[in-house]
């Protein structure tokens, strides 16, 4: 990878270090995980025992531990350059986890409430505004964006290609890009 391509995904990834530390002490730990979890748990009126809530929860319990391996972290927060970090190797160290499979799928499987395998403007709506809490016209240009087909719809394949994108495309305009930028 060169100098300038580390530069764009550390910055998508820092982006998404500021829009998960919630109470904004600089520190990233498990409760931080758990609200996300519970962010799309509560959007979408899931019980704690549907099959699509358990899935993200556990996701998101391997996926914490996953970075903490990683960082070499000492206690139970990862600060932001440990963020960083232990994301670069997790992504690339599928050995436990695919983080932008995994990861991936059990958010398509939320969004997706109607279950037809895709995510139609209704549902992205949903995920913006009840999810991502961002009110703004302007999110559903991302929905064209990443219905790279045009059909209208999100396929699961789209929504995991921009999953992917997120965490190793070089290119900043791409849907992933902006896209993960709202966790």
């Given amino acids: 990878m060169t100098t300038a391509?580390?530069?764009?995904?550390?910055?998508?990834?820092?982006?998404?270090?500021?829009?998960?530390?919630?109470?904004?002490d600089g520190y990233?730990?498990?409760?931080?995980?758990?609200?996300?979890?519970?962010?799309?748990?509560q959007g979408y009126g899931l019980s704690r025992d549907d099959r699509r809530a358990r899935a993200l929860q556990t996701f998101c319990q391997i996926y914490w531990l996953e970075l903490l391996r990683h960082a070499g972290a000492d206690g139970d927060r990862l600060t932001k350059e440990q963020f960083v970090l232990a994301n670069r190797?997790?992504?690339?160290?599928?050995?436990?986890?695919?983080v932008t499979e995994g990861g991936g799928h059990a958010i398509f499987?939320?969004?997706d409430a109607d279950g037809d395998n895709e995510i139609?403007?209704?549902?992205?709506?949903?995920?913006?505004?009840?999810?991502?809490?961002?009110?703004?016209?302007?999110?559903?240009?991302?929905?064209?964006?990443?219905?790279?087909?045009?059909?209208?719809?999100?396929?699961?394949?789209?929504?995991?290609?921009?999953?992917?994108?997120?965490?190793l495309s070089n290119d900043p305009d791409a849907p992933?890009?902006?896209?993960?930028?709202?966790?």
């Fill in 5 to 24: 391509a580390q530069d764009i995904i550390t910055v998508k990834l820092e982006r998404t270090f500021d829009q998960m530390d919630a109470n904004k």
């Fill in 28 to 41: 990233l730990d498990w409760t931080d995980y758990q609200k996300l979890a519970d962010r799309y748990i």
């Fill in 89 to 98: 190797l997790a992504v690339i160290d599928t050995s436990r986890l695919n």
């Fill in 109 to 111: 499987d939320i969004v």
């Fill in 120 to 167: 139609s403007r209704d549902e992205f709506a949903r995920l913006t505004r009840d999810v991502w809490r961002d009110h703004s016209p302007a999110t559903m240009d991302l929905f064209f964006r990443l219905d790279t087909d045009g059909d209208g719809a999100i396929s699961r394949h789209e929504f995991i290609r921009a999953v992917r994108e997120h965490f």
């Fill in 176 to 183: 992933g890009s902006i896209f993960f930028g709202h966790i």
